[in-house]
């Protein structure tokens, strides 16, 4: 694996930490709201039911859009970059690690040395 790669990675992991301890936050302040607005209700102020829905709505829409955010950044692909941010070689793909067949006469990729019988591609 190269350095690249895992830097845009660790760039990925860093993003979801942090929308991670957003949805703490969150959570923790809906769970306050959702305390005060039930004290507020048992002690006779009936009006404060409306609003407390309301903003647990709203932050729970805010919980939605940060999960929908880490769905995002976890399905976005790697990019491979050259030397200096060049753009990656024509036909250069991620889904490829490793040595790739040199493309010359007479060399197969590994699948197909695989699919024969055990000793067959070393009389080749």
Known sequence: ????ATSARRRRRVAIDAVMVMVILVLMVQM????ATLESYLAGHHSVALPGLLSSVALFAVCAF???LVLRIDRMP???EGPRGAAPAPGASSLFRGALPLGLPGTLSRSPLRRLAPFAWRTR
């Open 32 to 35: 306050w709201l959702l305390t």
């Open 78 to 80: 790697e990019r491979e």
């Open 66 to 68: 940060l999960y929908r």
């Open 1 to 4: 694996m190269n350095g690249r």
